[in-house]
């Protein structure tokens, strides 16, 4: 790890879907301890950047760094060891697992973290979630899942959380529990 690069840094990323370009030449830096909003129209990009990252979704140009690390030569399950937490726009959760399943899968991954300490911190947040902890996540409303899918990336991403979500809630939520070491930036796309 190179201590003095920057924590994510993108560089004229270009992504095609169906052969239709989705992201053309993106480039942002993003410093440890920062907050950035990505904001811009529907269709432009935002949903396509964070999956990208992720892994999902190959690039057909340019870099993702993360701590000076190429990530596409990373497979996609390493993200969670890197402390890379995801919330997706559609959640993405297992609905035949539990709520508490759910917020421990990417920790099964990561077996670095002290588990429990993980789960008690997302239980401190977001303090709904203790009380549907035992429920299967199929049985949770649209918003309840919302909350899980954001307690699961919470659990894992110690370093960088990549939230696909417009609502304020959740934004409040995440400035709630990561005060300490964030500073709010903005970007526009
Ligand atoms: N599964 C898909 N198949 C074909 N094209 C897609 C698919 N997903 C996204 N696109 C296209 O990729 C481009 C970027 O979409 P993306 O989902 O990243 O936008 P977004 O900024 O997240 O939008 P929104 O604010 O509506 O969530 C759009 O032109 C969209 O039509
Ligand atoms: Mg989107």
Redesign the pocket.
Known sequence: MNGAAPLLAIDDLVVE??S?P?LRGFTMTVAKGAMVSLV?R???????LMRSIMGHLAPARGTVRFEGRDLASRPRHERASLGIGYMP?DRCLVPQLTVEENIMLPLWVAKHLDRKARLDFVYEVIGELTEMRHRKALLLSGGQQKLVALGRALAIGTKCLLLDERSKASRRRCRSGCRRSWHPSRARI
């Open positions: 879907i169906q239709m989705a811009g529907n269709g432009a990009g935002k949903t396509t726009e």
